[in-house]
């Protein structure tokens, strides 16, 4: 009887073991259905919210507090921190490989291509004087990130993209308005709530 019993056991540990590894591989990668945080660097603090559109697809909004150098059209306003609106649609191209290879895709841990769209306004500028100032502005800057996770809820990202930026110089009694070439370089640590 004891036979029996040990026997019966063991078969039942075995059939949970294999039915939790069966679920494990079978689980289909996806970004979060909705995943909000602040994250910080050194040029800036930022409040965002990722939004799932796909399995892989997510729309990131943000708004921040960038660091800002304004030499180019007001000299004297010297080094601001300006508010930054951002729309951005991420890929998370790699959650396939991370989850085969038994590695986090919680809280959108991965590898990205983005479309990063970034708007600063002189009017959402936070003044610490009289000359403070911007042109209003409009980056679209193509992006390559990744995120991965620290524990439960910390997470860095980096990034890296070149791409354009327009600045709408008449309307602040420039003469004409003015295009460069523009390049996002992020390095953020986060918390996600």
């Not at 600063?120 to 996770?149: E, Q």
């Not at 993209?161 to 996002?184: Q, R």
Request: charged share 20%; net charge positive; aromatic share 14%.
């Amino acid at each position: 009887m004891k036979n029996i019993v040990l026997t019966l056991l063991l078969f039942g540990i075995t059939c949970v073991s294999n039915s939790q590894n069966i679920t494990k591989t079978s689980q289909k990668p996806s970004v979060e259905k909705s995943t909000f945080g602040i994250q910080t660097g050194y040029a800036g603090l930022w409040i965002y919210n990722e939004f799932r559109l796909s399995d892989q697809i997510a729309v990131r909004t943000e708004l921040g507090l960038n660091a800002y150098d304004n030499d180019d059209f007001y000299p004297d306003a010297g080094f601001l921190f300006t508010t930054a609106i951002t729309l951005e649609p991420r890929w998370y191209y790699n959650l396939d490989k991370r989850l085969n290879q038994s590695k986090r895709i919680d809280n959108n841990s991965g590898n990205f291509f983005a479309l990063k769209t970034t708007f600063h306004s002189n009017d959402l500028l936070i003044k610490f004087g009289d000359d403070a100032r911007i042109v209003d502005n409009l980056a679209i800057i193509p992006t390559w990130g990744m995120r991965r996770n620290i524990g439960q809820h910390f997470n860095y990202e980096a990034g890296i993209g070149v791409g354009y930026i327009h600045y709408f110089a008449k309307n602040s009694g420039f003469t004409k308005d003015k295009d460069e070439t523009a390049i996002n370089l992020h390095l953020r640590i986060g918390y996600r709530f």
